[in-house]
């Protein structure tokens, strides 16, 4: 699947391009996953289904859990992936990351816009994680409908990036400015990868990275 420009494309299309190139690149380096946390897994129509693609070191399908907040997108989340295994929760994933009962090696932050991007979990990331780590997250370059520096939103970019414009980035300048909030939390990063993926009238404004962790 191409990348889709969403201001283009309203309808119900495939946004799978970013998250295909993410699998691909795990499979291309041979990285096996065990316990996968889906932090923010609306119903889990758009990506979180190809997570039980990563590959687990015995062959099995990997141990995944769903967050999402929203009833109405989590009823249906628990219908896709829920019926035969209680690995689906109805929280606010803030909240949930701050006293997680298990361990993960693997964090997919499918994370939206406004006050809901990755920076805040960041902080959690060293008390869950096991073992062999990977922390996939978006990264959103040049913010559209209407973003202003001076927003609520605005004003929280600026702070994690240490940017003052933040309308209109290089994926590099927020990657380097993201390597520096996990160094700051004590995580050792071994290296970090940008996936292109979605457009928006025609500019790359959507990124996946993905973090390895020593
Ligand atoms: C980008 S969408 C996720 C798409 C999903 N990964 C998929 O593949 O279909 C982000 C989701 O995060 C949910 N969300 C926002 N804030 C949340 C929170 N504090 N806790 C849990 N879920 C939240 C939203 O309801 C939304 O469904």
Known sequence: MALVDIAKE???VDRTHGINQVLKHFKENKYTVNNVLDLFAGDGSFCSWLLYSLETKDGNLPNIDHLELDQELYDKLVDRFGRHRNNCYNVDSYKFIEDP?????????DNGMWDHEY??????LTDFFLGAKYFIHNINVRPYNGFKNNSVWGKNRSEFYGMKDTTDCDPEDLMEATYQRLKENNLDVNYGV???RELYNGHIYLYHVLWKIN
């Open 10 to 12: 309203t309808g119900d």
């Open 119 to 124: 920076f805040n979990v960041i902080p959690y």
């Open 194 to 196: 940008f996936f292109p």
């Open 101 to 109: 009962s298990k361990l993960y090696d693997t964090v997919f932050c």
